[in-house]
């Protein structure tokens, strides 16, 4: 029998270590960005493969929630029907356990969804509306699933600072200044500045 | 500017987690091999007890004493090993499967079975060999030719009408997927999505499981575990997680036996720990991160075993 085509499409891309990464709203705020950008041509990103989750980036930003937010590399995603970067860890799987309610979220801010796609899989999107880039979820994707959560400084929001007050305060040296017209560092992607 | 601060609520701990009831601890490590390898991946135990460590286009050989006993280079990037009760040696890269002699002369390179192919587990018994591939979901069966025998992804046939038939296949959300020959004609297949041990035969017909998704010592934690397994004297089964990194094992039908190695024993990150069991029921555990593959031996002070 053949596999679902996405799964399919998900191994490949494990197989290959590339994927691309939901970052909603990335062209629309191509202008802005450039606008931002003028003086120097760069704008700050974080490293995700440094990033050791120390919550620095939801508190340590000028601004009120945080630039920083988490994205979700989909192509790296297993799709799995107990995310442990959704569930908290402990979590006893019952026979509820596909709608789960809030206390059963590991996202203080409920920012992450879970729906149902097909077979044993689940989708999970952020409303980034409501992260804080706390990287609670990233700390349990990361140990349990593939890693397929981490954290960006998301351009439709940050100011683009001279000194950005969360690189300062990095202890992972994660920050680093990146071209404007390559403003994202992606799991797998090599899109080293 | 002065910092705001994150409420208990955003604080991630594993730490309650990693505890292990000291009583369950029924073995010990006794001995430690370094491998040499920048990067092993993936450990068996063949005749006489020796064990093989494949990794670094390597596969290296070692007395159950521990000391070295051959280095073969490899041509491919091995993945994992496998070794027949007559001594042939398969090692299995990404998409294919190669036979060495027990010399370390490579006999034949088989032609890849599935494209893409991820192949993570091998396990050979008198004239079979099963190659788990996490990419395809499915589980090669070769003879010990190289001759592709079947497919089986525990799926169920379509005539079969039974609740537990095997459901909907194996699930793989990592690159963790292995495969373990038990005894008398039994297939070992870890089904680490729904996290549980599934049985088969050589011929792909399931014949049961065992196992649940549970952060306690019974279960086995997180999306997907177990990531390794292998089969002891007596039919017992030995397993190995990630996440929670624990070694445990299982009765023949799946309940909790022994920890080997809890939480504790391993970096917090430990990832890949393949398992191996010899004659005498000792417990090899691969450990990519410290380079090493530790032996696990029964404390003397451990319950008797109960007879299978
Ligand atoms: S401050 Fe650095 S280590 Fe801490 S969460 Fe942000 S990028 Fe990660
Ligand atoms: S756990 Fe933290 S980083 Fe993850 S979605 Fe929720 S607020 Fe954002
Ligand atoms: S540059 Fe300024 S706005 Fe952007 S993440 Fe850093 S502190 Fe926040």
């Known amino acids: ?193 | 500017m002065a910092s705001r601060k994150l409420g208990p609520e955003f604080t991630y701990d594993l730490s309650e987690f990693r505890r292990v009831d000291p009583d369950l601890i029924h073995y010990e490590q006794s001995a430690a091999v370094g491998t040499g390898l920048k990067e092993p991946r993936g450990i068996a135990v063949g005749p006489e007890d020796r064990l093989y460590v494949a990794g670094d286009r390597a596969v290296r050989v070692f007395g159950s004493d521990g000391r070295a006993a051959g280095d073969w280079a490899t041509q491919m990037d091995p993945r994992c090993v496998a070794v027949a009760p007559a001594g042939t040696v398969y090692v299995a890269a990404a998409d294919h499967v190669e036979a060495f002699a027990a010399d370390g002369r490579r006999e034949t390179a088989w032609k890849p079975a599935g494209q893409p192919s991820l192949i993570t587990g091998l396990a050979a018994a008198d004239g079979d060999v099963f190659a788990s591939d996490a990419a395809a979901c499915a589980v090669w069966h070769y003879s010990a030719a190289g001759e592709l025998l079947g497919r089986i992804d525990g799926r169920p046939a379509p005539a079969a009408a039974a609740k537990d038939a095997g459901g909907p296949g194996f699930i793989v959300p990592s690159p963790y997927f292995d495969v373990a020959v038990g005894p008398a004609g039994v297939l070992l297949v870890a089904n680490p999505g729904r996290r549980r041990v599934e049985l088969y035969t050589y011929d792909g017909i399931f014949k049961s499981s065992w196992g649940a998704a549970s952060f306690k010592i019974e279960g086995f934690c997180g999306c997907c575990n177990p990531t390794h397994l292998s089969a002891l004297p007596g039919g017992r089964i030995v397993t190995s997680e990630k996440g929670l990194p624990r070694v445990k094992v299982y009765a023949p039908e799946g309940r909790l036996a022994s920890v080997v190695a809890p939480p504790a024993a391993f970096d917090e990150a430990a990832a890949g720990l393949d398992v191996a069991a010899d004659s005498a029921g000792r417990i090899w555990v691969l450990d990519p991160l410290a380079r090493q593959v530790r032996l696990f031996t029964r404390k003397k002070t451990a319950p008797a075993e109960a007879k299978p």
């Open chain 1, 1 to 193: 029998m053949s596999e679902p085509k996405k799964q399919l499409s998900r191994r490949e891309m494990l197989r290959r270590g590339a994927l691309g990464a939901g970052l909603a709203g990335v062209a629309g705020t191509a202008a802005v960005l450039a606008a931002r950008t003028a003086r120097s041509g760069t704008v700050w990103q974080l490293d995700p493969e440094k990033c050791i989750q120390c919550g620095n980036c939801a508190v340590n930003c000028v601004l009120d929630p945080s630039a920083v937010r988490v994205v979700h590399a989909f192509a790296l995603c297993g799709y799995c029907d107990l995310c442990f970067g959704y569930f908290p860890p402990g979590f006893e799987p019952d026979d509820e356990f596909e709608t789960p309610g809030a206390e059963s979220q590991l996202c203080p801010t409920g920012a992450i969804l879970r729906r149902w796609t097909e077979g044993p899989h689940f989708e999970y999107t952020i409303d980034e509306a409501l992260c804080i880039g706390c990287g609670k979820c990233v700390k349990g994707c990361g140990a349990f699933g593939n890693g397929s959560l981490f954290l960006q400084v998301r351009h439709n929001r940050c100011l683009n600072c001279n000194e950005c007050s969360i690189a300062a305060a990095c202890p992972a040296g994660a920050y680093r200044r990146v071209p404007a017209d390559h403003p994202y560092l992606l799991k797998g992607e090599d899109q080293k500045a």
